[in-house]
């Protein structure tokens, strides 16, 4: 990644590829690190790019839009039009790389173009997510840590931790 934006530091904020993604967007659907364990990719199996703090704090630091928007999305992962990289993140149930996110100014409220949040796909990563063994209610708490609206998300979602969470941040008993 260093490599590719000290050729021309402008590729931290170009769109380009097949796609027409900004850098931060590739990063977050790339495998760049699944297997270099001298990267530190040993956890960032499958999607690393979400898991990959390394690479989405450098794009950040070089200047990439937090709030850039995945314009066309990717129907097969149900990452809708317009989505940012913590809608993504929270869909992939990447809690790390959630609260990086935040911590960056991501805005937690935004709604991608199905008019879902970023709240709403983690809560959705923890009930239907195809990752299983990722479903953890730790990027709902970050969200709701940081102001995301539990407007709209139902009660009972169908994960105790997450209905606890839910009522705790809405005030409801």
């Known amino acids: 990644m260093r490599g590719f934006v000290a050729r021309d530091p402008n590729n931290a904020t170009a769109t380009g590829g097949p796609h027409g993604w900004d850098a931060l967007t590739h990063l977050c ?3 760049y690190l699944r297997l270099d364990h001298e990267r530190g990719g040993t956890l960032l199996a499958e999607f690393s790019g979400a898991g990959n703090l390394a690479g989405i704090r450098n794009l950040l630091q070089l200047g990439v839009n937090v709030a850039s928007l995945y314009r066309e999305g990717d129907p097969y992962f149900d990452i809708a039009k317009d989505s940012t990289a913590l809608h993504v993140t929270a869909w992939r149930a990447w809690p790390a790389a959630v609260r990086e996110l935040i911590a960056r100014a991501a805005p937690v409220n935004a709604l991608d173009a199905k008019g879902r949040t970023a709240l709403s796909l983690a809560v959705k990563a923890c009930v239907d997510s195809y990752w299983k063994d990722r479903r953890s209610p730790e990027s709902v708490e970050a969200l709701l840590r940081a102001g995301a609206s539990v ?21 409801a008993v």
């Open 29 to 31: 659907f790339s495998r």
């Open 151 to 171: 407007s709209g998300i139902e009660i009972p979602s169908g994960y105790d931790a997450v209905d606890e969470l839910l009522r705790q941040y809405s005030g």
